[in-house]
Structure formats: C-alpha cells, structure tokens
Nanobody, 119 residues
Framework: QVQVVESGGGLVRPGGSLRLSCAAS????????MGWYRQAPGKQRDLVAA???????NYADSVKGRFTISRDNAKNTVYLQMNSLKSEDTAVYYC?????????????WGQGTQVTVSS
C-alpha cells in the first residue's frame, strides 16, 4: 500500500509565492519519478513539473523561470516552489509518485491541494 499526501496549498495574491510538499509512504522499493500536475475547473489535468530520481527535471513552458521542483530521495518527498504566481495558476495541484523504475512503474496520486491566486 502506497500513500501520497500533498500539503501547502492556499490563497495567495498575484505576485506572491507558495511552496507545495508531497510525501510518499508505504511499501516503496524505489521511486523513479515524482511530479506535479494541475487541473483547473473544466480543463484537463496537465503536467506542471517533474523530477527523476537522479535529478533530471521537466517543466511546463508556462511555469519555467517561476516554479522550481526539488526532491529529497531519503524522505520520498518532492517540493514545488512557486514564485511570481498569476491568476492562471489557480487550480487543484496533484502530486504523483511513480513507484518502480523507468521501464516499469506504477503511478500513485495524491488527493490534490487547492491553489488560488487572487487579489
């Protein structure tokens, strides 16, 4: 059994910052990739940022230069530092943990955390 739990969402004004955290726990032999997706009302869930075990990162074009993903492998935890937030960043943010290796893994999702950017 694997659990993925996010924290750190909330309400912030445009231009502000938030830091999201996500921890995976349970029977875990290895996590290949962890990442963040977001879903706004009426829209599909899209990738925000992802990071592999060796530290390779991938960002959506809309957040490059503003968001930074990082990871603590010892704690099975991933973070998303969000700066210069815009109203269009408002969404539910979901964390994923891909348990296994790059050739074979199972994806687990967190329950989501709401981020609202509004004045």
């Amino acid at each position: 059994q694997v659990q993925v739990v996010e924290s750190g969402g909330g309400l912030v004004r445009p231009g502000g910052s938030l830091r999201l955290s996500c921890a995976a726990s349970g029977t875990i032999f290895g996590i290949y990739e962890m990442g963040w997706y977001r879903q706004a009302p009426g829209k599909q869930r899209d990738l925000v940022a992802a990071i592999t075990r060796d530290g390779s990162t991938n960002y959506a074009d809309s957040v490059k230069g503003r968001f930074t993903i990082s990871r603590d492998n010892a704690k099975n935890t991933v973070y998303l530092q969000m700066n210069s937030l815009k109203s269009e960043d408002t969404a539910v943010y979901y964390c994923n943990a891909d348990i296994g290796n790059r050739w074979s893994f199972s994806r687990y999702w967190g329950q989501g955390t709401q981020v609202t950017v509004s004045s």
